[in-house]
T-cell receptor, first 113, second 115 residues
Framework: GQQLNQSPQSMFIQEGEDVSMNCTSS?????WLWYKQDPGEGPVLLIA?????ELTSNGRLTAQFGITRKDSFLNISASIPSDVGIYFC?????????????FGGGTRVLVKP | GAVVSQHPSWVICKSGTSVKIECRSL??????MFWYRQFPKQSLMLMAT?????????EQGVEKDKFLINHASLTLSTLTVTSAHPEDSSFYIC???????????FGSGTRLTVV
């Protein structure tokens, strides 16, 4: 079953705002991956984290690998309309064979009306 | 680099017929590919791991006779939904390992509608 919990499930953004979302697990993960999925498309990798405490940026995106290895955060600074989409955290679950990924439930980012 | 092409992007079929979805790695060889299913407003659920030259490994609850996977070459995996029914309507996405550490590239997905 799903082992990654994302929050919030959805959020509204206004252009220029900073947004944050997180992903938690009851188990230790050794790798955290953040993906974005646009409607009708497959997920695209945004940031990959491999070490506890690691802080990595990709343009306006910043993600951190939690020190307990049970959580990760993704921040988007100065949001723009094209940031709308679904953001997923993912990682290989503990003991998983074949390097398969488990996905969180996703955070849906919408534009504030 | 590391492009995965999925075809078709959408398909409508009649109940009882079979549909084949292709996943190709265009500029790299993929010994392992993964097939996911995604329902509206839900996350990706792994269906099976496709290994080149061997049988696919299915996740618990996924009918192997219903969802046939063939990975006959290092650049192509196919998913065939056999005897499709309306409840099989979903968004199917493949991904391939690129060979780098946790490098996974996803296809653009296939929207299957069974009528």
């Amino acid at each position: 079953g799903q082992q990654l919990n994302q929050s919030p499930q959805s959020m509204f953004i206004q252009e220029g705002e900073d947004v944050s979302m997180n992903c938690t697990s009851s188990s230790i993960f050794n790798t955290w991956l953040w993906y974005k999925q646009d409607p009708g498309e497959g997920p695209v990798l945004l940031i990959a984290l491999y070490k506890a405490g690691e802080l990595t940026s990709n343009g306006r995106l910043t993600a951190q690998f939690g020190i307990t290895r049970k959580d990760s955060f993704l921040n988007i600074s100065a949001s723009i309309p094209s940031d709308v989409g679904i953001y997923f955290c993912a990682g290989p679950p503990p003991g998983a064979a074949g390097n398969k990924l488990t996905f969180g439930g996703g955070t849906r980012v919408l534009v504030k009306p | 680099g590391a492009v995965v092409s999925q075809h078709p992007s959408w398909v409508i079929c009649k109940s009882g017929t079979s549909v084949k979805i292709e996943c190709r790695s265009l500029d790299f060889q993929a010994t392992t590919m993964f097939w996911y299913r995604q329902f509206p407003k839900q996350s990706l659920m792994l269906m099976a791991t496709s290994n080149e030259g061997s049988k696919a490994t299915y996740e618990q609850g996924v009918e192997k006779d219903k969802f046939l996977i063939n990975h006959a070459s290092l650049t192509l995996s196919t998913l065939t939904v056999t005897s499709a029914h309306p409840e099989d309507s979903s968004f199917y996405i493949c991904s391939a390992k690129t060979g780098t550490v946790y490098g996974y590239t996803f296809g653009s997905g296939t929207r299957l509608t069974v009528v």
